[in-house]
């Protein structure tokens, strides 16, 4: 039995595990781990404390994969509700569907009872009304939305390095099975409706449990071009270790171009219970947790440098 996870996985990764150890499917250990991170206030890339999007409302994506069905559930730009890691496996059990989005994602939250969010992350709004401020410059611009174009102010917002965020984790069960899960709330200040490889099955996660699993933070719009986590365990597939499938992926990203686009990270661990993280920049960790380990422990990404080939 394993769990890896992005660093931000820490608050939930023990709980998981040891969700594993009672017997709990790879797929329900998945979702109690995405869940904590969810529910974290002081992580503002996941959940109900996320940066919202340039409009200040906040809007959540998620998906999760089994690898032993290749079933999968996923949402995007969900609003008000508190998990949704848990929406998108209630998709993936209930729904012939893979993705539900936007309102139609919203109506099916209501519909199974999800849990709403009840109030607004303060440091998460402030944080938006003091960036808002500095783009917003003109007199009488104190506000955003009534038909302004949006475009020019979100490419001015964002800071690939500061503001992309997403939790993944990956577990292998004692049954063999395997789950690749994601959550986020995206880029903050996006364009509303902006969707990256969270709820992207092939690009922000994948899982099979025949070879392994992967999974994406960071930029999705490469994830997303490159089909980045199905890439990985493709890899896998056809013999590649963990690392160098990663590694593999890495190098396919730098062929990529296009403004903010240098910023990605990956974890993915093969059915062995090896397991590997690259990053495109310095000092970036993940965690993991094996049978045998009493808590989890934490271990330096490869760094692996991707260009930014074009200017914003």
Do not use: Q
């Amino acid at each position: 039995m394993i769990i890896v996870a992005s660093a931000n996985g820490r608050v939930g990764i023990d709980a998981a595990f040891e969700a594993l150890e009672s017997g709990v499917s790879a797929v329900g250990a998945v979702e109690i781990g995405i869940r904590a991170v969810e529910d974290n206030a002081d992580d503002h890339t996941v959940g109900a404390a996320g940066y919202p999007n340039i409009l200040g409302e906040l809007e959540l994506d998620a998906s999760i994969m089994d690898g032993v069905t290749r079933e999968c559930g996923a949402v995007g730009a969900l609003h008000g509700f508190r998990h949704p890691i848990s929406v998108a496996l209630s998709v993936m059990r209930n729904l012939p569907h893979v993705l539900l989005v936007g309102e139609g994602a919203d109506r099916y939250a209501r519909e199974i009872g999800a849990e709403r969010i009840t109030s607004v992350n303060t440091a998460a709004r402030d944080e938006w009304r003091r960036r808002v401020a500095e783009i917003v410059t003109a007199p009488g611009d104190d506000a955003i939305g009534d038909g302004r174009p949006l475009a020019p102010l979100v490419r001015h917002a964002a800071d690939p390095e500061r503001v992309a965020g997403t939790v993944n984790f990956l577990a292998i069960d004692d049954d063999g099975g395997v789950c690749a899960g994601v959550s986020t709330s995206g880029w903050a200040l996006k364009y509303p409706g902006r969707l990256g490889d969270s709820p992207v099955i092939g690009g922000g996660c994948y899982a099979d449990a025949r070879y392994g699993a992967a999974a994406c933070t960071g930029m999705g719009e490469m994830a997303i071009r490159a089909c980045t986590a199905h890439s990985i365990v493709t890899a896998m597939r056809h013999g590649m270790s963990a690392d160098d499938a990663v590694r593999d992926a890495f190098e396919d990203l730098v062929l990529l171009g296009g403004p903010f686009l240098d910023v990605m990270n990956s974890i993915a661990v093969d059915t062995a219970g090896n397991h590997a993280g690259f990053s495109s920049l310095e000092g970036r960790t993940y965690v993991y947790r094996s049978s045998g380990m009493t808590s989890y422990d934490e271990r330096a990404r490869t760094v692996a440098p991707i260009p930014r080939r074009w200017a914003r």
